[in-house]
């Protein structure tokens, strides 16, 4: 079974400033993807950012990026130039290729405060 | 678009009560999946299904009873609710494998057993 594991409860960032979720899974797997998921306080689930566990490139989306290192079992979530609308609960999700259902496995969530 | 909608968005029961969570979603999705939120630990999942008439037990399906009559509708039902059911659940759908990957969630239902 995976694995996902977000280790930092809570972060709080400047506005403008920069921020970066971590993110370690635990696999046998060598094809997956893996998501960023943001929470905001209306409950409402909204994918970020996805990376193919294949692919070296690591995924950008605006001011949302990644850094995946599949050996180390890492996929760490950089958020730039930080705005309010980016306080949130983020989750870290990992999905086997291939597999039936294609079944998400949540990490226990990262909660980001934006402050002006 | 309406996309996943769940009804109701709130619910308070007495411990024993019965209650059916009903998730609709009008993108043609084949998967169906029913998760539920508890704080520090992310979502797990309690069933899903992969295509009409047909589910299966996810992470914790101890508890819980689910159908699937129509491709749209994926129903989760908690026969004799407690309170370790007291959770927000969350329904979601994606297309099945080869189109896309990306799951679409509804709003979520916060359920409180008393």
């Known amino acids: 079974a995976q694995t996902v594991t977000q280790s930092q409860p809570e972060m709080s960032v400047q506005e403008a400033e920069t921020v970066t979720l971590s993110c370690t899974y635990d696999t046998s797997e060598n094809n997956y993807y893996l998501f960023w998921y943001k929470q905001p306080p209306s409950r409402q689930m909204i994918l970020v950012i996805r990376?193919?566990?294949?692919?070296?490139q690591n995924a950008t989306e605006n001011r949302f990026s990644v850094n995946f290192q599949k050996a180390a079992k890492s996929f760490s979530l950089k958020i730039s130039d930080s705005q309010l609308g980016d306080t949130a609960m983020y989750f870290c999700?990992?999905?086997?290729?291939?597999?039936?259902?294609?079944?998400?496995?949540f990490g226990g969530g990262t909660r980001v405060l934006v402050k002006p | 678009n309406a996309g996943v909608t769940q009804t109701p968005k709130f619910r308070v029961l007495k411990t024993g009560q019965s209650m059916t969570l009903l998730c609709a979603q009008d993108m043609n999705h084949e998967y169906m999946y029913w998760y539920r939120q508890d704080p520090g630990m992310g979502l797990r999942l309690i069933h899903y299904s992969v295509g009409e008439g047909t589910t299966a037990k996810g992470e914790v399906p101890d508890g819980y009873n689910v159908s699937r009559l129509k491709k749209q509708n994926f129903l989760l039902g908690l026969e004799s609710a407690a309170p370790s059911q007291t959770s927000v659940y969350f329904c979601?759908?994606?297309?099945?494998?080869?189109?896309?990957?990306?799951?679409?969630f509804g709003q979520g239902t916060r359920l409180t057993v008393v």
């Open positions: 990376q193919e566990a294949y692919k070296q």
């Open positions: 979601a759908s994606s297309y099945s494998w080869g189109l896309s990957t990306e799951a679409f």
């Open positions: 999700a990992f999905m086997k290729s291939r597999a039936a259902g294609n079944k998400l496995t």
